[in-house]
């Protein structure tokens, strides 16, 4: 299409740029019998266009007198050079050759989305521009999507901020919560987030992005809920590591010591409040003195395993403590216990549709508030089961590792888009997955995933462009072998052919593939089942955005 546009301006404005050349950048020292451009372009918007380019069609068939050599001279030759140059271009990008294909399809049938099928993607989340045209690219997603691409090479601005920016009404224009380590995000959408009608809601307790909200998890919490409590508890704790069962004791008798600590806080009549919580099991006498007290009102199982816990012998009971602490210890910092000591937004608000959450938390201090996020996103999961959403609900996790092992996010994946929930889960490989859930759990999150996109696969690592290369898939190609007779034997040329198994993408193809463009790959009936190569969205350059959002200019190169 783009090499059509060229051809055509090239040929409707060839006599005066050629002229211009020829005969100089002034038309009033022009010979006589040459029109001028101001006369040429008169000519063009009247009804004696066809003259007006008939002057251009004599220029290519050697038949102008205006120009010497009748037209095949410097002037025209320049004027045509863009056009040769894209046209020589586009040759050498289709000078590989590649194996005919067997139409039997006997080993494979892989091959790319047409331009037909990709015309067809108009609706939902953006994931890159068609190619040949230039059209956003988009799928109207029912289930949960992954993204895999090194750091720096486009998630953000590729995908994350062309979505929130809704710049065509095709697009997706639902409710959002974005985890967004750096705070570009907020930065760049929040204004337009807000003319869109939205409340746009920012936990940034480190000032990355001038975010001023607060959220207190225990406010309005009913503490007969002790599936709540539990649940919120195992979330803070770390997932226990391999196969140890003193791991998962200590992991879960410290659950047994958090609820015991927030079923005492949830029934005080002042507020209630996470630090109080975690004040109470550092005070082990304090706690144990009032849940003795509690339970002569409230004789819960949970309030009695609790005291049974700090009632044992310190050999026991320090262990659990200790590892109960570890839930809080992102409280140490002043900024974040002013963070959950109240509220300014409930989660169910996310579900009505008007209000957008962004949680600006950097990696660096990922290790110590991975509890607070796991707290923030287990809630965010039982709001949405509790008030189903509206409209869609996408949940952006960009830096999805920084999470830790978070089992809880494999259950979401494949039960929330039931509830109008849908996760888009940002890695930098498939080895941090595999690190954290192991090639069981990493399978389930890439398999059960509507879209999977990947861009700028790692060179230095074989096995994950070879994995790539395959999903992409085989074809059957025709193979030719010609044979000739040598020396003195006697006898004709011959020419065999075979058919044989060929991948539509070798591993080497797929690391050498330009760093503007990204691979998707859809895994949906409701979508064309073969993976499409599309060009990114650059947000920051795209003129679509131009007027919707605030830049924030990536860092540049090394010098």
């Given at each position: 299409m783009r090499l059509v546009l060229s051809f055509v301006a090239t040929f409707v404005l060839l006599y005066p740029i050629a002229g211009l050349i020829q005969h100089g950048l002034d038309p009033t020292l022009w010979p006589s019998e040459v029109m001028h451009p101001g006369a040429w372009f008169a000519t063009?918007?009247?009804?004696?266009?066809?003259?007006?380019?008939?002057?251009?069609?004599?220029?290519?068939?050697?038949?102008?007198?205006?120009?010497?050599?009748?037209?095949?001279s410097l002037g025209p030759v320049l004027a045509l050079a863009p056009l040769l140059v894209l046209f020589g271009a586009k040759l050498l990008r289709r000078t590989r050759i590649e194996p005919k294909r067997d139409t039997s399809d006997l080993f494979g049938s892989a091959r790319f989305a047409t331009s037909t099928e990709r015309t067809r993607l108009r609706e939902g989340l953006e994931l890159g521009r068609d190619p040949e045209t230039g059209?956003?690219?988009?799928?109207?997603?029912?289930?949960?999507?992954?993204?895999?691409?090194?750091?720096?090479?486009?998630?953000?601005?590729?995908?994350?901020?062309?979505?929130?920016?809704f710049p065509e009404p095709q697009g997706w224009g639902g409710p959002a919560v974005v985890l967004d380590p750096k705070g570009e995000v907020y930065r760049t959408v929040a204004a337009r987030r807000r003319a869109l009608g939205r409340r746009v809601v920012c936990l940034d307790p480190l000032n990355l992005a001038g975010g001023t909200d607060c959220w207190n998890p225990l406010q309005g919490r009913d503490p007969n809920d002790v599936l709540?409590?539990?649940?919120?508890?195992?979330?803070?704790?770390?997932?226990?590591?391999?196969?140890?069962?003193?791991?998962?004791?200590?992991?879960?008798?410290?659950?047994?010591?958090?609820?015991?600590?927030?079923?005492?806080?949830?029934?005080?009549?002042?507020?209630?409040?996470?630090?109080?919580?975690?004040?109470?099991?550092?005070?082990?006498?304090?706690?144990?003195?009032?849940?003795?007290?509690?339970?002569?009102?409230?004789?819960?199982?949970?309030?009695?395993?609790?005291?049974?816990?700090?009632?044992?012998?310190?050999?026991?009971?320090?262990?659990?403590?200790?590892?109960?602490?570890?839930?809080?210890?992102?409280?140490?910092?002043?900024?974040?216990?002013?963070?959950?000591?109240?509220?300014?937004?409930?989660?169910?608000?996310?579900?009505?549709?008007?209000?957008d959450l962004f949680v600006a938390v950097p990696t660096e201090y990922k290790t110590v508030l991975a509890p607070f996020l796991r707290w923030l996103l287990s809630d965010l999961?039982?709001?949405?089961?509790?008030?189903?959403p509206a409209e869609r609900l996408v949940v952006f996790v960009d830096e999805a590792a920084v999470l830790g092992r978070f089992d809880a996010l494999l259950t979401a994946a494949g039960e929330l888009p039931g509830y109008g929930a849908s996760l888009w889960t940002m890695w930098q490989d498939r080895a941090q997955l595999v690190g954290l859930y192991g090639e069981a759990g990493a399978d389930v999150l890439l398999n059960t995933a509507e879209v999977v996109t990947v861009f700028d696969v790692p060179a230095v690592d074989p096995d994950e462009s070879e994995r790539w290369s395959r999903a992409i898939g085989d074809y059957t190609a025709f193979v030719e072998t010609h044979s000739a007779p040598s020396g003195d034997a006697k006898g004709s040329p011959s020419t065999t052919r075979s058919s044989q198994s060929a991948r539509l993408m070798s591993k080497e193809a797929l690391i050498a593939m330009p760093s503007d463009e990204l691979l998707v790959f859809p895994n949906s009936g409701g979508h064309a089942r073969h993976p499409l190569r599309l060009k990114k969205t650059v947000a920051h350059t795209d003129p679509r955005f131009r007027k919707l959002i605030t830049p924030v200019p990536p860092v540049g190169h090394a010098r």
């Open positions: 063009l918007l009247s009804w004696q266009v066809a003259d007006a380019l008939a002057m251009s069609y004599r220029i290519l068939i050697g038949r102008a007198p205006e120009f010497a050599n009748a037209g095949w059209r956003a690219v988009r799928v109207a997603v029912q289930g949960t999507l992954v993204t895999i691409a090194p750091p720096r090479k486009g998630k953000t601005s590729g995908l994350l901020i062309p979505n929130l920016a709540y409590l539990q649940s919120s508890a195992l979330a803070l704790l770390p997932e226990a590591t391999g196969d140890s069962e003193a791991s998962a004791y200590f992991r879960n008798r410290a659950v047994d010591l958090i609820v015991g600590a927030m079923l005492v806080v949830l029934r005080m009549p002042e507020e209630r409040s996470v630090v109080l919580v975690q004040e109470f099991i550092n005070d082990e006498l304090r706690l144990l003195g009032t849940l003795n007290q509690y339970v002569k009102h409230w004789p819960e199982p949970a309030a009695y395993a609790a005291i049974e816990i700090l009632q044992s012998d310190p050999k026991t009971k320090d262990p659990i403590k200790s590892t109960a602490l570890q839930a809080f210890q992102w409280l140490a910092d002043r900024r974040l216990r002013d963070l959950v000591s109240a509220s300014t937004f409930e989660l169910s608000e996310l579900s009505t549709g008007t209000v999961f039982t709001s949405v089961r509790r008030h189903r």
